[in-house]
Each structure stands twice: as structure tokens, then as C-alpha cells.
């Protein structure tokens, strides 16, 4: 089945470290995402790109870069990581051309920061 | 930007009882509405969205509704049972072709007891 996948699946870095995240996607949809969740906050928006050429900047962008290597490919870096980005991290696709509008998730990256 | 607020952050019901989640949103703007389900270790998926040219959307035990006038939408579900208990989330999105870059709520966790 067509998926989005993230990984790592878990990880913990240090403090001051640089970390990415990655994300691919076989759903062949053009619009990828990054969301944060953090406990009782729900999603918050980090990044989002509608394809190859388009980065855009979500809620909570500061201290987060992204690069869009492929259609099929969104990562999420922390330059310098610190404790607050401490989070679940979600890749998320759409494709409303598909006919479907829902935002499709993969299975979340948990990260640490210590 | 837009503000969706979600009640109760938890929620408790005996089986075969109905629940009910609210929310806000703040920008007269939006017009897609979805929710989402996350089930314990897993990723969010959509269950039900509504559109703001409709007022009520039904599928199977669960339905939403909508009051523009208002800016609230709610998730009924009726005759839970053990397997509904999880994180529901409510989203507001500028477009339904947009559903990806989404505000979320901040979550309310349902537990169906047995």
C-alpha cells in the first residue's frame, strides 16, 4: 500500500546537536508537511511545500529548516537542537487532485532532546 | 491566524452511550472542517470532515455538525463501544483542497468503558 514513512522512528540526540528527520512518501501526492505534537497541544504546523520549488513556513518555524530533495521527499532538520523541541514529530501528504482532501500521517518520529 | 478550541479535553462514557466534542474556530474564512482519530502509539487518521456548504454529515455511528453563523462544529458519536476510545482532534483549513495545512484542536481523549 502506498504509505508515508518517516525515520527515524525514535531518537535521542544532545543538546546543540544538528538532527534531521526524514520523510518519503509513495502516495505520489505533491503537498508534504511537518507537524509537532506535544501533550495537550495537539498538531501545530512547522513546514509545509506544495511541490519540489514551494517551502513554506507553518506556526511554529523558528529553530527548524526543511528541505524538499523530491517529490517523494520532505526532511525536517533541527540546526541546533534544545529540550523544548522535545516532540512528536508527524510527516503529513495531500492531494486533493486525488479527490480525497484528508491529510495522510506517517507513523511519527519521536524525538528527544537531552 | 486561526484559533480552533476544543472541549472537554477528556471525556468518559459507559457503552453504548453518545459523545459529543466541541469546537471553536476563529476565522470566518475557513471552510473545512475535518477529524481526526488517534489511537494510542498511532498516527492521526481522518474519520469524518464537513465542508461549510453543508450542515450535518452522517457516516454510520458517527456524524458532525456545523454553525457558520456561530463558528462551532461538533463530533457525535453514538453507541461507543471500547474501540472508539482514543485522541479525537478537530481541525479548521482555508480550503478542503488545502486540508494538509490545517489548525488543529488540542485534542480530547475518549475513553469508552466497558
Known amino acids: 500500500d502506498a504509505d508515508v514513512t518517516q525515520t527515524p522512528r525514535n531518537r535521542i540526540t544532545k543538546t546543540g546537536k544538528r538532527i534531521m528527520l526524514e520523510c518519503s512518501q509513495t502516495?505520489?501526492?505533491?503537498?508534504m508537511y511537518w507537524y509537532r505534537q506535544d501533550p495537550g497541544l495537539g498538531l501545530r504546523l512547522i513546514y509545509y511545500s506544495f511541490d519540489v520549488k514551494d517551502i513554506n513556513k507553518g506556526e511554529i518555524s523558528d529553530g527548524y529548516s526543511v528541505s524538499r530533495q523530491a517529490q517523494a521527499k520532505f526532511s525536517l532538520s533541527l540546526e541546533s537542537a534544545i529540550p523544548n523541541q522535545t516532540a512528536l514529530y508527524f510527516c503529513?501528504?495531500?492531494?486533493?487532485?486525488?479527490?480525497?482532501?484528508?491529510?495522510?500521517f506517517g507513523q511519527g518520529t519521536r524525538l528527544t532532546v537531552v | 491566524g486561526e484559533n480552533v478550541e476544543q472541549h472537554p479535553s477528556t471525556l468518559s462514557v459507559q457503552e453504548g452511550d453518545s459523545a459529543v466534542i466541541k469546537c471553536t474556530y476563529s476565522?470566518?474564512?475557513?471552510?473545512?472542517f475535518p477529524w481526526y482519530k488517534q489511537e494510542l502509539g498511532k498516527r492521526p487518521q481522518l474519520i469524518i470532515d464537513i465542508r461549510s456548504n453543508v450542515g450535518e454529515k452522517k457516516d454510520q455511528r458517527i456524524a458532525v455538525t456545523l454553525n457558520k453563523t456561530a463558528k462551532h462544529f461538533s463530533l457525535h458519536i453514538t453507541e461507543t463501544q471500547p474501540e472508539d476510545s482514543a485522541v479525537y482532534f478537530c481541525a479548521a483549513s482555508l480550503a478542503y483542497t488545502n486540508a494538509g495545512k490545517s489548525t488543529f484542536g488540542d485534542g480530547t481523549t475518549l475513553t469508552v468503558k466497558p
Open positions: 476565522d470566518s474564512a475557513s471552510n473545512y
Open positions: 502516495k505520489g501526492h505533491d503537498r
Open positions: 503529513a501528504t495531500s492531494d486533493p487532485s486525488s479527490g480525497r482532501t484528508e491529510a495522510f
